[in-house]
């Protein structure tokens, strides 16, 4: 007995794919082709069947893109009439490959490998069957191109004379990624995703664009999820003390996060098939490690690992402002908490503020023991500052050089003389030292 295998190909462009029964659309005949530059094309829209008499013919047809940004959803079913399971239903797959006009693979499925959405019992014309649906996307197609689809079906056994009726279907999905995804680190060592949603461009699901989102962490070759959520968030705050953050050795060594966006696909033949496709949104983000040397903004202010911090007993020394500084009123705290660490303020850096005109007030923690030269130098609103210090122990030439003439340095009482032979020579003539 002659085996039958029958083909029908279905496609459809820009379809709504809701979770609803379909209208069955007419057939028409198109024989495919054995070789994939003689395939005949497929228009969009349309719903093509072919029949054959052999098992294993694999047939080549073609369809061509849009003009629209998106994702190319195929659906395909293989049913296998007759027969009442047993070693069928293990041994029955279809496979389905899309190539570009240099026979390259771009998608595709083999049903031998496992991967098979569905495989189920199924009630066919009063005949007992053995149903296979699957779903595969095919993205990143470039727009207004032809591919190809090569499709083949196999009942398991060739002893076996069932009959197979093979059907397959492309749909249009609308779909973009996020955009703008940025990362904030904050003090305290937690860090602050953000990016934009695009609020219904998919109609495939019209409450966000995409249905889900992970954001992968990196770090030394190993990488895990950070967090994933509903489609609809745009904004994520990942706690420093994460175990994952941690486990990556965060925040001494450098670890980089990637968005990705899903969606969930559904067969147009069964919506049990589903598959859910992940996007990058192609920006890799990472954070400033915690190491020394490395530069850090707290309010505005710039400070340099002197020691690291991570036990307790970090030191940083003051540095500069960064551009969200914009006030008259320096305060150089006795500490600041970078990423979660507290680090005491020791000194200040070389040339640190020097030629800043806008400052007018500066406050000295009491845990600085160094000022370099030329910190404040050039500062000429500058017209009072105040030193908390006991226990500073060495200023730089030139360290308040230039400053406001009629300005005044106030310091502890108990160390009024030391501090004004410390100062000798390092301050603008006419500043005045006092407790």
């Known amino acids: 007995m002659k085996k039958r295998v029958n083909y029908v190909l279905c496609l459809f462009a820009v379809a709504v794919l809701l979770l609803v029964p379909k209208q069955v659309k007419a057939a028409y005949y198109k024989s495919g082709s054995d070789i994939q530059m003689n395939a005949p094309e497929i228009s969009l829209g349309n719903v093509y069947y072919r029949e054959t008499y052999t098992d294993d013919m694999k047939k080549f047809y073609r369809f061509k893109t849009g003009n629209l940004d998106g994702v190319y959803l195929i659906s395909f079913r293989t049913a296998i009439e007759g027969g009442q399971g047993g070693s069928a239903r293990a041994a029955a797959y279809s ?67 069932y009959n197979k009726v093979s059907s397959i279907c492309v749909e249009f999905v609308p779909f973009r990624v996020a955009s703008g995804f940025a990362m904030a680190e904050n003090s305290n060592g937690d860090l602050t995703f953000t990016w934009n949603n695009i609020e219904k461009y998919n109609s495939y699901n019209s409450l966000a664009s995409f249905d889900k989102f ?19 968030v745009n904004c994520l705050i990942v706690k420093g003390n994460n175990s994952t953050l941690r486990g990556f050795g965060y925040p001494e060594n450098t670890v980089n996060f990637e968005l990705f966006c899903g969606q969930t696909y559904y067969s147009y033949f069964n919506s049990r098939a589903s598959f859910t496709k992940m996007y990058s949104t192609g920006n890799i983000l990472f954070t400033s490690p915690l190491t020394r040397s490395s530069e850090h903004v707290v309010n505005g202010i710039k400070y340099r690992i ?57 406050t000295i923690g009491k845990n600085v023991k160094k000022i370099g030269s030329r910190a404040f130098s050039g500062c000429s609103s500058l017209k009072k500052v105040r030193i908390k210090s006991k226990n500073l122990k060495k200023v730089g030439k030139k360290a308040f050089f230039t400053t406001n003439k009629k300005g005044k340095i106030k310091v502890p009482s108990s160390k009024l003389t030391g501090y004004k032979r410390l100062l000798k020579g390092k301050i603008t003539k006419g500043i005045k030292i006092m407790k």
């Open 214 to 232: 992970i954001i992968k962490a990196y770090a030394n070759g190993n990488e895990k999820n950070i967090a994933e959520g509903n489609g609809g």
């Open 95 to 161: 496979t389905l490959t899309v190539m570009d006009g240099y026979t390259n693979k771009v998608a595709g499925i083999d049903g031998k490998s496992g991967r098979m959405s569905i495989f189920e019992g199924y009630s066919l014309n009063d005949k007992k069957a053995l149903m296979l649906d699957a779903v595969i996307v095919a993205s990143n197609l470039n727009r207004n191109t032809d591919y190809y689809i090569q499709f083949g079906a196999y009942d398991g056994l060739k002893s076996w004379n």
């Open 306 to 362: 002197r020691k690291n911090g991570s036990n307790g007993c970090g030191e940083v020394e003051a540095v500069g402002t960064d551009q969200t500084f914009n006030s008259g009123n320096l305060h150089i705290p006795e500490s600041v908490v970078i990423k979660g660490y507290n680090f005491s303020v020791t000194s200040i850096a070389d040339d640190a503020f020097a030629g800043n005109k806008s400052i007018t007030t500066v």
